[in-house]
């Protein structure tokens, strides 16, 4: 793990100090700050885990089988959606609906202008490659050791995630929607100190969208061709079923939304080709 200097002394300790305490077990131990706009990856060991929902799964669509998945490999996942202070840093400007709030999610963004974000950060980086995440990946994270809808357990309500409240899931209280994004880390995270993998904005990943292929069970990039990307994890302007682990949506890489942004994941530059 490397740790990089984004504001200098006594100011990193104390940012690093209160990220390693929302870090804390169960889960993995580590992050990783990218150096540009001071994001924060959470490390995310490997293991294995069942892709999909139970058929028993309430809301469950056809296109969720559920199949054994393992990653071989150590990634590291940003704690929070991709912010629009984080994005201007970057890019300049901000395309999002909600312009008013630094920490909300940015938004309006393309799959292709999420690439551009991030081939800039790849254009300084000496120890990390950012990309988006896999929907193996994503998932994985998001359950965070889960079995249940949600990594939060079988019901999901306005209290516990941006979603739309009129609409919540299994035993959860029906309640008003905020219509709108709301600032990264509001709500608590989960076991491995991920935030707002259930609602806020649907997240982008780097896969086409096509039917599991249980023989592809080691380290999956989802089908070789195909029209629509995978988004993952719901949104504010969606009810809460759309926010289950399992769910997967589809938008074109040129479709943008004022409830679709994006998290980065990053991998040691030499973790495919040697030792973790």
């Known amino acids: 793990m ?21 870090l804390g077990a169960p889960g993995p131990a580590g992050f990783y700050i990218e150096p540009t706009t001071g994001m924060v990856l959470v490390t995310i ?38 912010t629009q202070a984080e994005w201007t840093r970057v890019m300049g400007t901000n395309p999002s609906h909600f312009p008013d709030c630094a ?75 905020r219509d709108r994004t709301v600032a990264v880390g509001t709500f608590p995270p989960n076991a491995w100190g991920l935030f707002d993998t259930h609602g806020n904005v649907w997240e982008w990943t780097n896969d086409w969208y096509g039917p599991y292929e249980a023989a592809r069970g080691t380290d999956p990039q989802g089908a070789e061709r195909g ?12 009810d809460a079923n759309s926010a289950r682990c399992a769910l997967r949506d589809t938008h074109a890489p040129q479709d ?16 495919r080709s040697g030792p973790e």
């Open 2 to 22: 490397r740790i990089r200097n984004v504001a200098g002394g006594i100011a990193v300790a104390v940012y690093l100090a209160v990220a390693a305490a929302r």
């Open 45 to 82: 060991q490997p293991g294995s885990f069942v892709m999909g929902s139970s058929p028993r799964e309430a809301g469950r669509n056809d296109d969720e089988s559920p199949h054994r998945v393992t990653l071989p490999h150590t990634f590291y996942m940003g704690q929070h959606e991709v």
């Open 103 to 177: 920490r909300c999610p940015v938004e309006q963004v393309t799959f292709d202008q999420v690439n551009g974000f991030l081939a800039r950060l790849n254009g300084n980086a000496v120890a990390m490659r950012f990309r988006l995440p896999t929907e193996a990946e994503w998932e994985y994270a998001c359950r965070a050791g889960s079995t249940t809808p949600f990594n939060v357990g079988p019901q999901l309500s306005a209290d516990a995630a941006n979603v739309d409240g009129r609409h919540p899931y299994g035993d959860g209280q029906a309640g008003a929607t």
């Open 227 to 238: 029209t629509l990307r995978v988004i993952r994890g719901g949104s504010w302007k969606f």
């Open 256 to 271: 943008k939304g004022y409830s679709l942004g994006f998290r980065v994941v990053a991998e040691p530059i030499r973790s």
